[in-house]
């Protein structure tokens, strides 16, 4: 399994979309700093995950969410 998540820092205006096998355990690299891109703008909560059985397709919604019409999506969630 494959999963596509996004989080968002409790204290700065920030959101990050990444994907991983172990969503718990990439939570956990991001909130102790241990992930160099969002190291600066911890904590954070985890506000979406979607599963994926192929990499290929969890990628593909990645690179959506990661697009000008995903940020306008998860926009709109919260």
Do not use: C, W
Not at 53 to 78: C, H, M, P, T, W
């Amino acid at each position: 399994m494959v999963f596509v998540y996004v989080i968002k820092s409790k204290n700065k205006n920030f959101r990050y979309v990444g994907i991983t096998n172990n969503i718990s355990e990439r939570l956990d690299r991001h909130n102790t700093g241990r992930n160099v891109s969002t190291k600066n703008h911890k904590p954070f909560v985890l506000i979406r995950s979607e599963q994926y059985n192929d990499y290929k397709k969890a990628r593909i919604r990645e690179k959506f969410l990661k697009s000008g019409v995903g940020r306008n999506f998860l926009d709109s969630l919260q």
